[in-house]
Every structure is written in structure tokens, then in C-alpha cells.
């Protein structure tokens, strides 16, 4: 009998691991790139995000862009078209985020001053493309585990735990960290590294809704990791499919540009 | 056994949650509203309109000078009150009219508080575009074409001389806001990584004296449209590497130019912008305008000695920008201008007897004219800059730039912090001066130091 519980205590065990051992979890580079999907339309489109920066806990500033956003087919990356609708000191200034083809237009000087990507991060725009990134491409990513962990509304969700190194020179960060549910692969929390390895922001996605045939995070929150008293949350909305020709993503077109 | 007992310990502990997912959330604050709902608006207005007021005091110091400055003077204060609007009525999809206008009120040292300079207008731009094919436009009226990407100076910017409208900065990004275009017609077609345009800006006025008073509501079509004038360009991508090549064409003046703006890593852009052609060197240019437009008497003799033949000239402004720990940007330019004052060219402009006052009217008009052509007054140059966009404060914006002349080390310098006191309220105070000796480019100039603290209303 020992021995038969033995065997039978070893089965249960058995079956109790190895179902998660033998329904393998796909591979790390598939759950992110299912993430990218899951959070993001694939179609172009275009969307208004709305920018809000929180100190101690109190709104302060806040900007409105209108962001129009299309897959690189060769890339994978999201090329974005960004215009400030708001505040009205910065109305009609664009940027143009199209891997390292980055360009910055004031329609005031007419004025087209190419940004670097360090640059980028100087503005408040610099969160209004958290959202159309596509991870896969640009990263190589390690599941380093299953972990049960609380989203931006502390419920607690099963998330693959994954670590992604910079792949190209066009990556943004050189480190992420990012949980997406098992089930569903939402994109849950992420989080930003700098080259030195420091944590400069971690954002919670949140607020997800039936989008442009998905259901996606309309709402992302970022804790600044450098500056422990600001939060940014950014809302997104007014979504809408929309054809965008390739020769809009130059700078040439930025002068043209309408928001539409 | 022994295998299957390890592994479920493993998968255990990856289930545990992080102990630093607490934390995270913890910096959330509990009582954040979830984002603003954006409702689905339809942004295809027909007409928009984006005017701001604004105020700016200036202040500024003179100093006596080794080459007497003819009068008017660089005033000592000035305030101005400016509204400043920009209408687009785009009456059907593929027309787009757009009036670009800025009306001061000028109170100024030396100038009746009513006269005819109180008022002020200057009329920007006005003009129509049409789209007859998709992303090929046709622009007719007054339009400010403004080109090329370095910051300080602009070699291929062709249509910049005399657009030069009142500034609350002398920092040239902030000066290519205000100026005056050009009447012109204006035809460009965009595809998939390129474009191509060409115009054409008729002479519609014989060539008008510079004119440093204020000139009322004048829309100072003579300055803009002197002469016959046309512009072809064509733009590319090739890669990260982004080109644009273009041909000018005026009589006697035309040249070819050419810029290129590169990313080196992941904090550098590296970019240059030249252009050249046959044109007399600035000396000689300068005397000839102001016996063309009676400024300077007919038979005025150059008064530093100058070739007057044409000569091939090259103007470059090679650099790149730099930013750092994603809070401050560096520019660092080199600035040639071949048909600028040489080394000799300046010792004898500041070495001139200062007790001809003709000679010294000569002498001061060669660097008026400069300064009108948006043009350095002498060869080479640098030009530094630096700006934070969130410096110590959210809200405050730090900037600041140097003009460092190669010829002796003088300098225009200026610094600017701009606070913003809310979305519609902006404040801010900028300090410049002319640094350098008495017989330096710089500090021969009689304005030594000046201030401008300049208040914006947005709407």
C-alpha cells in the first residue's frame, strides 16, 4: 500500500505539474507578439490621446494629441503621426515617429527640425506612443515565469513574466519587463529600463473596452520611476479606421498634414 | 518523483506574486480618476482659428562706440501688444485658404504715443491651396517658404532676406516665426519617401530702402518681391538618411544647394545644409543696394576695399544636436559664409577713421544690410545652443544659444526661461547681450545688453 500511495501520490503530483509542463506556454517571442495584437488594431487608425500628468496626486498639466498610426509592413513597427490639439500654446505642432525617422514641425516657423530618439523623450509626447509600439520586433524576449499579479485595479491576474533585451538599434528602451495574462495575452504592466539599467517608468494598462474589432486598453498609467511623485495616465479614445497613404510619413507631408 | 516534486515547487514559487507588484501599484494614487473619455468629434471643421496676445517690454542698455552709429538709434524701451491670428477656411476638401496676420500697438523711446507707427500690421501670409490629385498641390499668394535644417543659419533658406518682422527674441528659430512671406506660386507633389516642388515669385516692386523705424500697416510687398525670383527642390530618404537638393535661380544670384540630416545612435542627429553660386561678395552687394534704392549716394565708393567681380561663393552650416539624459539638447554649428567680411575686411572696418561720418554710414549699412538678409556679416562663425524643455520645474523652459564670432571671439549671447502659468498663460524673460572689445564684431555693436520679459495670452 506504501508503495501504492507512493504511486498514486507521485500520479497526482505528476498530473498536477504536468499539465502546465506538458501544455507547454508558447514561446516567449509568440506571447508578445500576441500582446502587441491584443493591445493594439492592426488596421491603420487613428486615435486622440488625452495626457495627464499627476503630482502628489493632483492633476497638473495635460495635453491632447491626435495620434494616426500604421504598421510598417517591413518593420512590424507602428509609424506614428502625432499633432498637439492641445494646450493651445502647442496646437498644430507635429511629430512625425517613424523608427529613426523622427521629425518635429512648427507650423508657426515652418519649421522641420529632425529629433533624435533621446530627444523624443523630452516632451510629454514622449508617453503618447506607449501605446502604438510593437514590441516583438525590436525586442528579443525570455519567459522568465507564471506569476500571479495585481493589474492597475489590484485584481489579481495569471501573467507570463516576461524579459525583453533590445534587438535593434531602433528599440526605445533597452530593457523592458512585461506581464501579460495567460489567457487572454492583455498586456498588464510593463516596464522601461535605461541603458545603465535603471527603472525610468512602469505602466499599467487599464480600462479595456471593445475597440476597432478588439478589446484593448484605452487607458494606461505610468509611474515615473525617476520622479516618485508624478503619475501620467493616458487615455485614449475617439478611434476610428483610417487609410493612411505611406508618403504621409515624411517630413515633406508634415506641412500638409490635416487632422481628419 | 523526485523530478515531478521539484517542478511543482518551481511552478509554485513563479506563482507567488512579486513582492515589488505591491509596491508598484502603491505609487498609483488611490483616488485617480480614470482618464478623461474622450468623446468621438469630428475635427473636419471648416474654418479654424488659433489666435494668442501678447506683450512684450524691452529694455536695453547702449554703450559709446568706436564707429559712430548714424540715427536712428537702437532704442532703449520699447513695449509691444500684438494679437496674433492664424485663419484656415477650407471651403471645399481639396481648397484651403489660410490668412496669416500679426497687429501690434508700439510704444517706443523717441515715438509719439499716437502716430503713424503706433499701428502696426504685418501681414504674414495669405494665400490659397488646392489639391487637384491627391497629395499634388498648387499654393498661389503669400507664402512663407521657409528651408533648410540647421538652426543658426540657413544657406538654402533663399526667400529669408527682408522678411524680418519685430521679435520678442533674437534666437533665430524664434525669429523664422514672424516673417513676412513671399508672393509666389508654388507647385509640389509628395509620393511614397520623396517630393518634388517648384515656384516661381514674380518682381512686383523695384528693390525698397532697408528701414530700421517701424513702418506701420505697410505689408512691405517691395521687400519681398524685388525681384524675379523661382526655386526647384527635390527630397529624398535614403535610408536614415534624409536629402533634399535644390536649385534657385535669380538674376545673378542663382546657386544650387544641397542638405542632409543623418541620426548617429540614439541621442545625435547630425545634419548639413550648404549652398552655391556665383554672387558678389557682401561688401559689394551691400554698397550696390544702397545706391540702387538711394540709401547711399550713386557714386559711393565701397568703403573697405572689395572685389566687385562675381565669384563662386559657398555657404555651409555643418552640425548636429546632441541630447542628454532625455532633458537637455545640444546644438553645436559651424557657420561659413565665403562672401562674408574676411579677417582683414573687419580689422579695417573696425580700424576706419570714425571722423567721416559718410564713411561711417557706409560702414554701419554694410552690416544693416546683413542683418536685413538674415545673412552673418562676417565668414565663419559657431553657434551653440541649449535647451531643457522641463528644467528644475515642470513647467519651466530654459533655453539659451551663443553667436561665437571666428574672426576675434565676440558673441551674441541670449538666454530665455519661459514658465507656463497655465494651458493659456505663458510668461517669460529673456536676456541677450553683445559681448566682446570695442573693435570686436560684437562689441561694436552699441546695444551692449538687453531685456525682454514678454507675457502670452493662448485662446
Not at chain 1, 479606421?241 to 507631408?253: G, H, L, S, V
Not at chain 2, 505697410?218 to 524685388?226: H, I, L, Y
Not at chain 2, 544641397?258 to 557682401?282: K, M
Request: charged residues 25%.
Amino acid at each position: 500500500m506504501p508503495s501504492a500511495m507512493s504511486r498514486g501520490l507521485g500520479l497526482v503530483l505528476l498530473v498536477l505539474v504536468s499539465v502546465p509542463v506538458l501544455a507547454d506556454p508558447p514561446e516567449a517571442q509568440a506571447i508578445v507578439d500576441a500582446a502587441d495584437r491584443a493591445r493594439n488594431p492592426q488596421k491603420p487608425f487613428r486615435q486622440t490621446l488625452t495626457l495627464v500628468d499627476y503630482v502628489h496626486g493632483k492633476a497638473q498639466d495635460s495635453v491632447t494629441l491626435g495620434v494616426q498610426a500604421k504598421i510598417d509592413p517591413q518593420t512590424r513597427q507602428f509609424r506614428n503621426l502625432v499633432r498637439y490639439l492641445a494646450p493651445p500654446r502647442d496646437e498644430g505642432k507635429l511629430v512625425l515617429l517613424d523608427a529613426s525617422k523622427m521629425w518635429f514641425y512648427d507650423p508657426a516657423s515652418k519649421t522641420s527640425i529632425r529629433i533624435s530618439a533621446q530627444q523624443r523623450l523630452t516632451g510629454q509626447a514622449s508617453n503618447g506612443d506607449v501605446l502604438t509600439v510593437n514590441l516583438a520586433h525590436d525586442y528579443t524576449a525570455k519567459l522568465v515565469g507564471e506569476e500571479t499579479i495585481k493589474d492597475a485595479d489590484r485584481q489579481e491576474r495569471r501573467a507570463w513574466h516576461l524579459d525583453l533585451a533590445a534587438a535593434t538599434g531602433d528599440a526605445m528602451y533597452n530593457r523592458l519587463e512585461c506581464w501579460v495574462e495567460r489567457d487572454t495575452y492583455r498586456a498588464i504592466k510593463t516596464k522601461f529600463y535605461a541603458d545603465s539599467g535603471r527603472l525610468l517608468k512602469i505602466a499599467y494598462y487599464r480600462a479595456f473596452a471593445a475597440v476597432l474589432g478588439g478589446t484593448r486598453p484605452t487607458e494606461t498609467v505610468i509611474i515615473d520611476a525617476v520622479d516618485s511623485n508624478l503619475v501620467t495616465t493616458v487615455g485614449a479614445g475617439d478611434f476610428h479606421e483610417q487609410e493612411i497613404p505611406d508618403a504621409w510619413f515624411q517630413r515633406d507631408y508634415l506641412p500638409r498634414l490635416e487632422q481628419k | 518523483m523526485r523530478a515531478a516534486i521539484v517542478c511543482a515547487f518551481l511552478m509554485a514559487r513563479t506563482a507567488i506574486a512579486a513582492p515589488e507588484d505591491s509596491d508598484d501599484l502603491d505609487r498609483i494614487p488611490r483616488d485617480l480618476p480614470h482618464a478623461q473619455t474622450i468623446p468621438t468629434t469630428s475635427r473636419q471643421d471648416r474654418v479654424h482659428l488659433k489666435i494668442y496676445f501678447e506683450n512684450a517690454a524691452t529694455l536695453a542698455a547702449r554703450r559709446d562706440v568706436d564707429i559712430p552709429f548714424p540715427p536712428p538709434l537702437p532704442y532703449d524701451f520699447q513695449n509691444r501688444t500684438s494679437l496674433d491670428s492664424v485663419i484656415e477656411w477650407r471651403p471645399v476638401r481639396q481648397v484651403k485658404l489660410v490668412l496669416s496676420d500679426r497687429a501690434d500697438l508700439v510704444e517706443q523711446e523717441s515715438l509719439a504715443l499716437m502716430s503713424k507707427q503706433t499701428v502696426r500690421n504685418e501681414l504674414r501670409e495669405a494665400y490659397v491651396s488646392w489639391e487637384p490629385f491627391a497629395r499634388t498641390y498648387v499654393d498661389a499668394g503669400r507664402i512663407n517658404a521657409r528651408e533648410g535644417t540647421a538652426l543658426g543659419f540657413n544657406p538654402t533658406d533663399f526667400f529669408r532676406p527682408g522678411t524680418l518682422v519685430g521679435q520678442a527674441s533674437l534666437d533665430p528659430s524664434v525669429l523664422s516665426r514672424n516673417r513676412l512671406g513671399t508672393v509666389m506660386l508654388r507647385a509640389q507633389a509628395i509620393w511614397d519617401g520623396g517630393s518634388v516642388s517648384a515656384l516661381y515669385a514674380p518682381r512686383l516692386f523695384a528693390p525698397s530702402a532697408i528701414k530700421s523705424a517701424l513702418l506701420g500697416i505697410d505689408p512691405r510687398f517691395a521687400v519681398t518681391n524685388a525681384a524675379d525670383r523661382g526655386l526647384a527642390k527635390i527630397t529624398w530618404n535614403l535610408g536614415d538618411t534624409s536629402a533634399e537638393a535644390l536649385l534657385y535661380l535669380e538674376t545673378h544670384r542663382s546657386k544650387v544647394g544641397f542638405d542632409v540630416t543623418r541620426p548617429v545612435g540614439q541621442s545625435v542627429i547630425a545634419y548639413a545644409e550648404w549652398a552655391g553660386g556665383y554672387d558678389e561678395a557682401l561688401i559689394a552687394r551691400a554698397i550696390g543696394y544702397g545706391r540702387e534704392t538711394g540709401t547711399l549716394p550713386r557714386d559711393a565708393p565701397p568703403p573697405i576695399p572689395t572685389q566687385t567681380a562675381r565669384s563662386f561663393h559657398n555657404d555651409l552650416a555643418v552640425g548636429g544636436s546632441w541630447t542628454i539624459a532625455a532633458a537637455v539638447t545640444f546644438n553645436l554649428e559651424y557657420h561659413l559664409h565665403q562672401g562674408g567680411l574676411s579677417r582683414n575686411d573687419w580689422e579695417r572696418w573696425s580700424g576706419a577713421r570714425r571722423d567721416i561720418p559718410a564713411l561711417a554710414n557706409e560702414l554701419w549699412y554694410i552690416r544693416g544690410y546683413a542683418s536685413d538678409q538674415l545673412e552673418p556679416a562676417t565668414r565663419q562663425q559657431l553657434f551653440l545652443r541649449a535647451a531643457a524643455p522641463k528644467a528644475f520645474v515642470d513647467r519651466l523652459e530654459l533655453d539659451g544659444f551663443s553667436f561665437v564670432s571666428l574672426a576675434d571671439g565676440s558673441t551674441l549671447t541670449q538666454i530665455t526661461a519661459s514658465y507656463y502659468l497655465s494651458d493659456a498663460w505663458t510668461a517669460a524673460f529673456s536676456a541677450s547681450a553683445n559681448l566682446g572689445s570695442s573693435r570686436s564684431e560684437r562689441g561694436s555693436f552699441p546695444q551692449v545688453i538687453s531685456g525682454i520679459v514678454q507675457l502670452v495670452r493662448y485662446q
